[in-house]
């Protein structure tokens, strides 16, 4: 498969759109008319040594409107097949799996979107609704403004990482299909495209690549950024032979040594803390942030991981009676709302979230943990969740 397919059901009515997305008609139009107003604006900055080095602007979807993304994603998105050659934003595609297409390669091109999501245009957004699933005007207008804000992409938007995947629909593939033609490789990771070749490339060739994707981007007013174009070659020790963050130099991906060793500080750094305030959020914030990174080593078969992962597994955050009365607080107010409320999203959400928080209670106090429990699986019984 060489092309996005659309596999779900044809959606030709606003009324049938409300209806894939679990709400009325007068509250969709409602959503589409207010649907502008409904982020939050915020900045976040990337340091270092203390310097602000980068700034990016992210709009998050407030949260009725977020809720109403994720049934766009679940009704719509999720019924999409997606290629080989996409690796981002995907269920069972990221990073990791996107390095793996790259493991024979003796020259490897990393290229680099600009301004990627606030460069993508609402008339290519509505092409993916219109010409890939074929809805109607009205349907596939009301579907982009829910999915952009000021005529543009957010970053934060629900939606947001399916319209990057998307956005290429029609043409992408033949790009693909040239490259492969000269027994290149592509992938792309949303705004990360990565080229390989299993024989070493000339300078010309090299160039001659780039050019092609370049020339593919500016049809839809998009560009590379050249500062961050890289280029590798297999032979030249120096080189970084990266691709999304992993080394691939010796035919797996494998992180470098120096963030190996950042995350064994993490370890440490952990071990440190509980014994000083295992119930701490901060404590909690960095345990999950440092098993997070052991996961990543275990996925790559990093020898240290098991060690890693059996040092963090005797230190689990742990919650203070503070903590457990208010987890028990929210228990009781879900067992008391009423039937028919609780098949509502808010509420489900809810239910999981407080699944979640009883397993770590029961590391402290696994009774009355396993009472909570029960005592919420049993008013949610009838509810698929």
Avoid at 279 to 306: E, F, P, Q
Wanted: with cysteine; glycine share 4%; net charge positive.
């Amino acid at each position: 498969m060489k092309k996005p397919i659309y596999n779900g059901k044809p959606i030709s009515t606003l009324d049938a759109l409300s209806k894939a997305l679990g709400t009325n008609l007068s509250r969709l139009r409602i959503f589409i008319d207010t649907a502008e107003n409904s982020y939050t604006t915020f900045t976040l900055e990337k340091k270092v040594n203390g310097i602000v080095v980068k700034e990016r602007t992210l709009n998050e979807p407030k949260k009725n409107l977020k809720d109403l993304q994720k049934r766009i994603n679940q009704a719509i998105f999720n019924n999409v097949s997606y290629p080989e050659y996409l690796q981002g934003g995907i269920k069972g595609k990221d990073f990791i799996t996107n390095s793996k297409n790259h493991l024979s390669a003796k020259s490897l091109i990393n290229l680099d979107i600009k301004d990627f999501y606030p460069s993508i245009s609402i008339h290519h957004v509505y092409a993916i609704y219109n010409k890939l699933f074929k809805f109607p005007h009205t349907v596939s207008d009301a579907l982009v403004k829910l999915t952009t804000k000021n005529g543009v992409v957010t970053q934060g938007g629900c939606c947001s990482s399916y319209i990057a995947n998307l956005i290429f629909f029609n043409s992408e593939h033949d790009l693909v299909q040239k490259l492969e033609s000269r027994s290149l490789t592509y992938t792309r990771l949303i705004d990360d495209i990565t080229i390989s070749s299993a024989k070493p490339m000339s300078k010309d060739e090299i160039t001659n690549t780039i050019n092609l994707t370049n020339n593919h981007l500016t049809k839809f007013n998009l560009n590379l950024n050249r500062d961050k174009t890289n280029i590798d070659h297999h032979h030249n020790k120096s080189d970084n032979f990266e691709v999304t963050g992993l080394w691939v130099r010796h035919g797996k991906p494998k992180v470098k040594s120096a963030v190996r060793r950042q995350i064994r500080q993490l370890v440490f750094k952990c071990k440190i803390q509980y014994e000083l305030c295992p119930t701490d959020k901060s404590y909690h914030d960095l345990w999950n942030k440092t098993s997070g990174k052991v996961a990543i080593l275990t996925r790559l078969g990093h020898a240290n991981s098991k060690i890693y992962r059996k040092k963090l597994s005797e230190i689990l955050p742990l919650y203070d009676i503070k903590k457990e009365e208010k987890i028990e607080r929210i228990i009781n107010y879900l067992i008391d709302t009423e039937s028919k409320e609780i098949n509502s999203p808010r509420r489900i959400k809810l239910y999981h979230k407080m699944i979640y928080h009883c397993g770590i209670l029961g590391r402290s106090n696994k009774s009355k943990a396993k009472l909570l429990k029960n005592k919420l699986k049993a008013k949610f019984i009838a509810v698929q969740v």
